[in-house]
């Protein structure tokens, strides 16, 4: 009994456990033996690193080593283990008929014939194992992880890049060209631990650059008889600043030119972060806010990111009107006048090539108010006309000045501000209205001037603060102009602000005095408040200060051209 159970559980044990085998498997007849190698070739080359940036304006480069080598190719065998496990069916087989030869010698042969018995009972026990021995495989075959390299087959040529190691000091050369121009021009740096940097902040000058964002340098670098070329935009080297360049613009809240949206004027050279170019306007950062100038009156230029640390803006504050000496305590020289008119036109707005002129509507109102209190002419009778867009609206302006005198005898006296041009073929003087239509904004000033002379007037005064905006020799350009008015009014005067070769400063010093006004506008309220009222008076008067003031502030003359009387009074 105790036999059978043996014999039960060592047959539970074979058919449960099994057994398992092992097996090299060839897996590849070209393996690569990287412990059997030749290097054939190295060389030394450069790789560049990182991202250029303002904040880190410096190209980088990693100094590596690209190593051939020669590999021997073998044939790869892996080792492989398989479970097997008896054959459910054959097993009961075997143990039947195992279990039955054992029975039949057991029972049924003589005792008196041992070798039938042996013979009956080996049978059993071979038929027994027999059955234990066709077995089936459990799963796929598990690898061992062992591996072996057996015969060559080939060779494997390889290249591997390292970290490179020298023993002596490697120098490269580099090249910087912006367009046709060579800003650098084969300049060497050394390798320092394995690297290589190229600090464009040393060898860049920020001023070379215009203000276009999508510009671009190229940088060649030469090094072991290899080029390397890069295209570098300059905005991953420099940040775009704005330098104001006309002598006051104003900073808006908002783009579009509104005495509402006004926070301050800045003077010239005041300098601002870029934020993002929207055409005829630039919007810039203003401490922590983001606001808009003007684009025709700003530079943008290139500078380093370090160089928002060291901004200078110089701010006018954007006090009201009243606040300047000129416009408090006007003085009351003569009595109210029906017979005297007042007609002006004061152009501030401008747009797209042209800069914002500066305080015009300021210099217009200073001088209505000097017309209405000082000099007697009737509030009623001064037309004023602002940012006037071309020929035709100052026409329709001047049609309604003709339609209010009715033919009756005037006085009257002309003030214009603005910016003016002169026609390098014909030595015409054009009055520019705020139109971006360049032709239909010029206002023929000879025809005006005509108009005004073939008027029923008495006395007749024209002040003419033009800024010119292109430069012009001819002097007797002003002179002819003046001339239409002159040779047809006895009585009258015509005085411009600047020769044609000079412009019409404000009167805006730099961390200084700011009146707010232009300097002939100033000079001739400034005149007219301390009681002159000639024009002989006058005249001295702008002669001595207009020019030493643009000369002082500016460095640049500012003459004032007169012609007619001197005589005239603007009160008598």
Not at 132 to 143: A, E, H, S, W
Not at 291 to 320: G, H, K, M, T, Y
Not at 475 to 504: E, G, Y
Request: overall charge negative.
């Amino acid at each position: 009994m105790n036999k059978t159970i043996k014999l039960i559980l060592i047959s539970s044990f074979l058919f449960f456990y099994g057994c398992s085998t092992t097996t090299w498997i060839v897996e590849n007849q070209e393996e690569v033996d990287r412990g059997n190698y030749k290097l054939l070739d190295s060389k030394l080359f450069l790789q560049k690193a990182g991202s250029i940036t303002p904040e880190l304006p410096v190209a980088q480069f990693r100094l590596l080593s690209a190593n051939t080598f020669e590999y021997a190719q073998r044939v790869k065998t892996d080792r492989y283990i398989q479970k097997y496990r008896p054959r459910f069916g054959y097993v009961v087989l075997g143990i039947g008929a195992s279990a039955l030869g054992g029975y039949t010698a057991l029972k049924f042969t003589d005792d008196n014939k041992q070798g039938q018995k042996i013979a009956l009972l080996g049978a059993s026990s071979a038929l027994l194992g027999i059955s234990f021995l066709n077995m089936k495989p459990i799963g796929d075959p598990k690898p061992t992880g062992e591996t072996k390299l057996l015969r060559k087959t080939g060779e494997y040529v390889d290249t591997d890049t390292l970290n490179a190691t020298v023993s002596s000091e490697q120098i490269a050369a580099y090249t910087i060209k912006f367009g046709d121009r060579v800003l650098v021009n084969n300049a060497t740096s050394r390798i320092t631990n394995n690297s290589l940097s190229i600090n464009f902040l040393e060898d860049l000058n920020p001023d070379v650059f215009p203000g276009n964002e999508d510009i671009a340098i190229d940088l060649e670098v030469v090094f072991n008889d290899s080029l390397y070329s890069y295209n570098v935009p300059i905005k991953s080297i420099f940040e775009p600043f704005v330098v104001v360049k006309s002598q006051v613009t104003a900073l808006r809240n908002k783009p579009g030119i509104s005495s509402s949206n006004v926070l301050t004027d800045l003077a010239q050279g005041s300098q601002l972060k870029l934020v993002e170019d929207e055409g005829d306007w630039i919007k810039v950062l203003y401490g922590i806010s983001e606001n808009w100038v003007s684009a025709s009156d700003i530079d943008i230029i290139w500078r380093p990111s370090q160089f928002s640390r060291e901004l200078s803006v110089v701010a006018i504050p954007n006090v009201p009107f009243g606040s300047v000496d000129v416009e408090r305590d006007i003085p009351n020289l003569a009595e109210d006048d029906r017979r005297k008119w007042g007609f002006l036109i004061a152009n501030q707005g401008y747009s797209g090539n042209l800069a914002e002129k500066a305080y015009a509507h300021r210099d217009g109102e200073l001088i209505e108010k000097y017309l209405n209190t000082a000099l007697g002419v009737v509030p009623t009778q001064t037309i004023k006309f602002q940012d006037i867009s071309g020929s035709q609206t100052a026409r329709n302006g001047f049609n309604r000045l003709v339609s209010r005198v009715n033919n009756r005898e005037i006085d009257l006296i002309v003030y214009f501000n603005g910016y003016a041009e002169i026609d390098p073929q014909t030595d015409k003087v054009y009055f520019l209205g705020t139109s971006t239509d360049s032709l239909a904004s010029r206002i023929d000033l000879n025809s005006f001037f005509d108009g005004f002379a073939n008027l029923p007037v008495q006395k007749l005064s024209i002040i003419a603060d033009l800024d010119f905006v292109n430069s012009s020799p001819n002097k007797d350009a002003l002179a002819l102009l003046a001339a239409t008015i002159t040779n047809h009014v006895p009585n009258s005067t015509v005085v411009f602000s600047s020769n044609t070769d000079q412009r019409s400063y404000l009167y805006a010093e730099p961390n200084g005095v700011q009146k707010r006004h232009s300097i002939f506008s100033y000079f001739f309220a400034d005149a007219v408040k301390k009681g002159n009222t000639s024009w002989a008076d006058i005249k001295n008067h702008l002669d001595r200060n207009v020019s030493f003031t643009s000369r002082s502030i500016f460095n640049s003359a500012q003459d004032i051209r007169f012609f007619g009387s001197d005589s005239l009074s603007l009160i008598d």
